[in-house]
Every structure is written in C-alpha cells, then in structure tokens.
C-alpha cells in the first residue's frame, strides 16, 4: 500500500502562519480615508456648537416655565419686569400733561370793537325814542341785558347811553374808545373759547399755547363764561 508523505517543509510552515489583516487594522485604514475624516469634523464642530449655545459647561437649570416653585427663589442676577398696567398708567399721565396748540383768531375781537363803536354812533344824537330808525333801535337793543336786575326800559337805556357819551364821548381817541380798548384788547391778544376741542385724554385740560405767538394761557383766562362774568368788573373799573 503506498503512502503519501506528509511531511510539511519549514517555509511551508512558516507561510501558514501569516494572519490576514485584523479588523482593527480594516477600522484604521477606514478611519484614515478623507470622507470620514471629513464626517468627523462636522461631527466634532456641531457638538463643539451645541455645547457653546446650551452652555453645556453650567449646571442645569432645575426650574421650567410655567412650574410653580414650592419656596421662595432669589434671583442670582440682575433683571427688570415691565409693568404693562403702570406703563400704561403713566402715559395716559403723561397725555393729558401735554398742552394742545390753538390758534388765535382776532378778527373776531377787532369786529366786536368796530360793532360797539358803531352802536354808539347810531345813538350819539338828539333823536327822540320814538322816533329812532330800526338801525338805531336795534343798536339800543344791542346794548340792553336780558337778565339785568334793573330792568331798565330802553327810553331809561337810552338815556343812560347818551349821558356816558355826553361825559367820556369823542370815540376816536377819547375815554370811552380807550375803555373799549382796555376791555377787549386783552381778550384779542389770547382770545376767546367757548369750550376745549380736544378731551382729558388728548391733553391737558388746565392750561393750552395759543399761537402764534406760542403763549402758555390758563384755559379760565380764555373761556368763555369767565370772560363775561368777568366783564362788568371791568367795565365798572
């Protein structure tokens, strides 16, 4: 019976001895290949990021919104709350502190001025009562109070008119035109309001600029019904 001879050389030997390559070695030589070194910059710079935004280096914040602490917490850092209710309180403050601009207006004034002289004009005469013109009548009337305590009968008004003209006449230049002047030149310079235009929510309600001439005034000073309850004082002065 023949036999084989099985016998190995020694560089047989030696030959099956070398292994193929480990997987770590595989793993290295991947690793070391530019795509993946590329995944593994972005990699590393996106956690380096997430870090810096979350400030992933301090402790974590133990609260959350809307949780209700069960003990009193102090703030370790400085910071402001706006108060939406005072913050609304004081500029509805600060609105009605602000003065509105009215313009003055004083050919009204100057008209006024024109109409009184020219109603004593028509009665500066010897006209008997009964024999005044209707222009002269309604001058009369201009000058007649409806709610005078006196009561005076326009002959007795008339009268009273043309003893003022007899004393203080001449009206260019004379007393009674100064008198006029003294009343009603005041009221042309910051003239007259029978009420505010603007609301306690628009501005301020105790004092106004009246232009042009850009003059802080006291709204009484200028309105309407403290003028004229103000007027016979003057007059009579």
């Known amino acids: 019976m023949a036999t084989s001879n099985t016998k190995r050389t020694r ?10 390559p480990s ?29 810096l935004i979350l400030r992933g280096w301090q402790p974590p914040f133990a609260y959350r919104e809307g949780q209700i602490p069960d003990r009193d917490i102090v703030a370790r ?10 913050t609304d309180a004081l500029r509805d403050q600060k609105r009605r502190e ?9 050919q009204a004034i100057a008209q006024l001025r024109s109409g009184i002289r020219n109603h004593f004009s028509n009665l ?4 008997a009562f009964d024999q005044l ?8 009337r201009a000058f007649m109070v409806s709610d005078d305590e006196q009561q005076l009968s326009q002959v007795e008004a008339l009268t009273r008119i043309r003893e003022l003209l007899k004393q203080h006449g001449n009206l260019e ?3 009674l035109d100064e008198a006029i002047k003294a009343v009603l030149d005041p009221i042309a310079e910051s003239g007259v309001l029978t009420a505010l235009s603007h609301g306690s929510d628009e501005g301020n309600q105790r004092s106004i600029i009246v232009m042009p001439g850009e003059e802080f005034v006291d709204v009484p000073s200028v309105r309407r ?7 016979p004082q003057q007059i009579t002065e």
């Open 11 to 20: 560089s047989e030997r030696v030959a099956s001895l070398q292994l193929e």
């Open 23 to 51: 997987t770590l070695n595989r793993w290295v030589r991947t690793l070391l290949t530019g795509k993946c070194l590329m995944q593994i910059a972005i990699s590393l710079l996106s956690a380096t990021l997430i870090v």
């Open 77 to 86: 850092v400085a910071f402001d709350i706006v108060d939406s209710a005072q």
């Open 98 to 106: 602000v003065p509105c601009y009215y313009e003055n207006q004083p």
């Open 124 to 127: 500066d005469n010897d006209v």
């Open 133 to 140: 013109s209707e222009q002269q009548l309604a001058s009369l």
């Open 173 to 175: 230049g004379g007393k």
């Open 225 to 231: 019904a403290e003028i004229v309850a103000a007027l």
